[in-house]
T-cell receptor, first 117, second 115 residues
């Protein structure tokens, strides 16, 4: 158990709809990352937040947005969904002041599997 | 541009056999290299981390090597077990920081162990 919690685990929706994925990082972790993994593909970096502020942006579509709240949990919003958005969405966390220097290790949740029909 | 290339893309071996996965990178400056194991439908989990001064590190039946001069790393699995079936992802951290903490991901090697 990595300590990172993602909900929902599975989500089936229709094209054109909007969904929200939620992530609770490990206790005390300040950074949250979102990754997309399509079938048999590698992990594609979407966006990173650090202590409530956007830190880095990857290949995130304009239809997607994210935020990190004061309690450090994060949400990824996907709108105007298309068939190609079907994928596993992973949240990861890292950077904890109480656990020593940051070596870059990411702790991943179990993912949210999104199916767009 | 920072890149991480892994080979082979996929590999099938019989249970009990050994195998070696490769990772070549162009990330500079280099901070560390990490191997993750991702079981099907699960989140990746770190197996080992290699820093500039380390050549070899073992974690049970997994042994990672690093050649910082040629910018290559390998992950050797000894006496494979069915539970080793997974994707193995090489992630290199650049010393210059930058987006997503300077992390560059490989696409992974998909390993299948057959009984």
């Amino acid at each position: 158990d990595s300590g990172v919690t993602q909900t929902p685990k599975h989500l089936i929706t229709a094209t054109g709809q909007r969904v929200t994925l939620r992530c609770s990082p490990r206790s005390g972790d300040l950074s949250v990352y979102w990754y997309q993994q399509s079938l048999d593909q590698g992990l594609q970096f979407l966006i990173q937040y650090y202590n409530g502020e956007e830190r880095a942006k990857g290949n995130i579509l304009e239809r997607f947005s994210a935020q990190q709240f004061p309690d450090l949990h994060s949400e990824l919003n996907l709108s105007s969904l298309e068939l190609g958005d079907s994928a596993l969405y992973f949240c990861a966390s890292s950077v904890n002041r109480d656990r020593g220097p940051n070596t870059g290790e990411l702790f991943f949740g179990e993912g949210s599997r999104l199916t767009v029909l | 541009k920072n890149q991480v290339e892994q080979s082979p893309q996929s590999l099938i071996i019989l249970e009990g056999k050994n195998c070696t996965l490769q990772c070549n990178y162009t990330v500079s400056p280099f901070s560390n290299l990490r191997w993750y194991k991702q079981d099907t439908g699960r989140g990746p989990v770190s197996l080992t981390i290699m820093t500039f001064s380390e050549n070899t590190k073992s974690n049970g039946r997994y042994t990672a090597t690093l050649d910082a001069d040629t910018k290559q790393s390998s992950l050797h699995i000894t006496a494979s077990q069915l539970s080793d079936s997974a994707s193995y992802i090489c992630v290199v951290r650049g010393g210059g920081g930058g987006g997503a903490d300077g992390l560059t991901f490989g696409k992974g090697t998909h390993l299948i162990i057959q009984p």
